[in-house]
């Protein structure tokens, strides 16, 4: 049986799952406990699923209804492990990342945690302030990203996993369920420093800053409009 598990939630992700999970392999290569990776296919209409099996994961798991929380759920739900690390499918981990993630979710004093984001391309100034402004609000306040997440399974199953609610910002809600878990069993919430998770800078070539000033100022003003995944376009919408 694996000692851990990897879940890539993944929709419409053919033009880049295989480089993540070609990544992701070589990561888990140089860890000394053994894990599985799994990806998601989360109703996609490409080859997303096709390309999950040609390129090494171990398993394929469905989940109809186009949610990034329930796709994490659903990844989480297909195996028994009691570690569990969650990369989205256009984001590669360092091994040394992924190391640490292991060793605290072992250590008996970290429920979970995340990591500090970098893009993987040039992007516009309002998205790079998004990147830096984000990286300095989960250093200080202990908050994950959901490009990389990793939780211990009795943590992640007690406080419900992450929250099928809302289509954006289940992160975050996790984060904070996650801690206060914690801080009721003796454990922390670390997020790493030392070594950035590399993800996709896309985004700033398919949106302008006006999408995203309009989008933070929909969360911003209509807090629960982020249980709508109408109101959550950027994060569901591919360009055409």
């Keep these: 049986m694996p000692d851990y598990a990897v879940i890539i939630p993944a929709y419409n992700e053919e033009a880049l799952l295989a480089g993540t999970i070609a990544a ?36 394929v798991v469905f989940e109809p209804h186009n949610q990034i929380a329930r796709a994490r759920n659903a990844g989480a739900a297909a195996t028994d492990v009691e570690l569990l690390v969650f990369i989205d499918a256009d984001t590669q981990v360092p091994a040394a990342v992924l190391r640490q993630a292991l ?16 893009a993987d391309q040039p992007v ?16 200080k306040f202990g908050y994950a990203a959901g490009s990389f997440f990793y939780a211990r399974r009795d943590g992640f199953d007690a406080v419900g996993g992450f929250d099928e609610a809302v289509y954006a910002g289940e992160e975050v809600w996790l984060a904070k369920r996650l801690k206060k878990w914690g801080k009721k069993h003796g454990l ?53």
Excluded at 38 to 45: A, E, G, L, M, P
Excluded at 133 to 139: C, I, L, R
Excluded at 222 to 236: D, E, G, N, Q, V
Aim: net charge negative; aromatic share 12%; hydrophobic share 40%.
């Design 188 to 240: 922390g919430f670390r997020v790493i420093v030392d070594h950035e998770v590399v993800t996709s800078g896309r985004k700033s070539d398919w949106f302008t800053d006006w999408d995203f000033v309009r989008q933070l100022g929909i969360f911003f003003l209509f807090p629960w409009a982020t249980r709508s995944r109408r109101l959550c376009s950027m994060w569901y919408k591919r360009p055409s």
């Design 124 to 139: 516009s100034k309002m998205v790079g302030w998004l990147i830096r402004t984000w990286n300095t609000v989960a250093e």
């Design 24 to 59: 992701t392999r070589a990561a888990m290569a140089e860890m000394s406990s053994t894990g599985e990776l799994i990806v998601v296919d989360n109703n996609s209409t490409d080859a997303t699923a096709e390309i999950a099996e040609e390129c090494g994961a171990d398993r």
């Design 103 to 118: 060793d605290d979710l072992v250590s008996g004093e970290w429920v979970g945690g995340g990591a500090l984001v970098t």
